[in-house]
């Protein structure tokens, strides 16, 4: 007891008198993941962005259909699978923050650490789209509950869409609104407020996901839009251009 109570004692004298020791016993007290479904579903929601959804639809109508999904299984293997594996053992063998997990593995005298950096400033870039774009997501939702697209064309909500940007108040108003509700998820915890909101939020998206692709099949012409998409036409390579449809892969784009 005696020594327990003494070990206790300069712990705390440690603490108090040196910063990096309070900083590493903070550190040690970091916040795990709760479970293994949670660290799955916040990854795949790391992964899964709008561009799944939005994107992804669009540039396989305009860029070959089957030769395009065939393309992005290509690069998904030989670049995607990698980066991915690289990010999860960083990581876990460093079990820190993106900016201090290179300090943690790098061996003395490497710039390794500097990418920490430029991966810092690539999610405060990535947010600037994000915020700006979940904002109008918020606000077509906001729309589609006042029925505002009720009985539109195309061209109508072409136009309502025209009308949210012309307008700065919307725009700033939503992406505050987005920006403070993701502090705050943040400010709970990883456990209660991230791990527990990306559980129920990428659950209820898997499910809108599946509807829409059932839904899609009972749609005129489904058959021959699902054969567009699942067979690759090679001649749709010298239509669209092959090099073309690299460029899409390899330049930079909201996921």
Wanted: overall charge positive.
């Amino acid at each position: 007891k005696e020594v327990a109570e003494k070990d206790c004692t300069e712990v705390g004298l440690a603490e108090k008198s040196n910063p990096t020791a309070r900083e590493e016993i903070k550190e040690m007290e970091r916040e795990t993941f709760q479970s293994r479904l949670g660290f799955l579903l916040l990854s795949a929601g790391c992964a899964i962005g709008i561009g799944n959804v939005w994107k992804f639809p669009y540039m396989v109508g305009n860029n070959g259909g089957g030769i395009f999904v065939l393309f992005y299984l290509l690069f998904l293997a030989i670049m995607g699978v990698p980066i991915l594996s690289m990010e999860l053992a960083i990581g876990r063998g460093s079990k820190k923050s993106t900016v201090r997990a290179y300090g943690e593995l790098e061996k003395k005298g490497q710039k390794w650490h500097i990418h920490g950096y430029v991966a810092l400033i690539g999610n405060y870039l990535l947010m600037m789209f994000y915020t700006v774009v979940a904002g109008w997501m918020l606000y077509y939702f906001y729309s589609f509950l006042n029925g505002k697209f009720s009985g539109l064309t195309g061209d109508a909500v072409t136009g309502k869409f025209n009308e949210m940007l012309s307008s700065p108040s919307i725009l700033v108003i939503t992406m505050l609104i987005i920006t403070i509700a993701g502090f705050l998820i943040c400010s709970v915890g990883l456990q209660n407020g991230v791990e527990r909101v990306t559980k129920v939020m990428m659950i209820v998206l898997m499910v809108i996901m599946i509807f829409l692709a059932v839904y899609s099949f009972t749609m005129p012409g489904a058959k021959e839009g699902l054969k567009f998409y699942l067979v690759p036409d090679m001649q749709q390579i010298e239509q669209v251009g092959l090099f073309h449809i690299c460029l899409l892969y390899t330049s930079p784009s909201p996921r």
